[in-house]
């Protein structure tokens, strides 16, 4: 059976934003299985991040990956990357052919239930350039991706990231919208995130 399922594109139609969506880029079978190796053999690390000058746990777990030795900042939080191990180099090397985009990098995110979440944000961290194309690969349980608009209050967008799916954000998209994985209360099994990114030298 092919790794990478059907090419189908689902373009959002948002203003102020390029985003695209392929709900099977890899099959269901695929899917669980790098669901499996990814969960056991990922260096996951738990951070603290600083809110408001407290510290707490970050409500996931992360590891970062890179062709390079060049870290990565976000949230007050500074990650040195690991090497690719063949498994993500096989994901990159797909996912950079379909989406035209050559990536230096990779940072992975482990929501382990429902209490783990991402806040609102945008990926507009200087070294990511003026308009980073992100790609993003999800494993595992489906979770509800929110969207919002800076300043249009009115533009909110809503999607649910199945398991095998990849969601490409490009353009302006972050110079407009923020977006988030929020906390859920209904019972849901663990989800692997990884967004595929390039990081300026």
Known sequence: MALFGSSETINLQLQDAEID???QFINEEEAVLLFKELMLNTPWQEDDIRVYG?????PRLTAFFANNQKSYGYANITMTPHHFTPVLKTLKHKIEAATNTAFT???LNLYRDGQDSNGWHADDEKELGINPVIASLSLGAERVFHLKHKT????KHKLVLQNGSLLIMKGSTQHHWLHQIPKTKKPIGKRINLTFRFLNP
Request: hydrophobic share 35%; proline share 7%; with cysteine.
């Open 105 to 107: 990098s990779c940072l």
């Open 54 to 58: 407290k510290l707490y746990k970050q």
């Open 152 to 155: 249009n209050k009115a533009l």
């Open 21 to 23: 969506y392929i709900p």
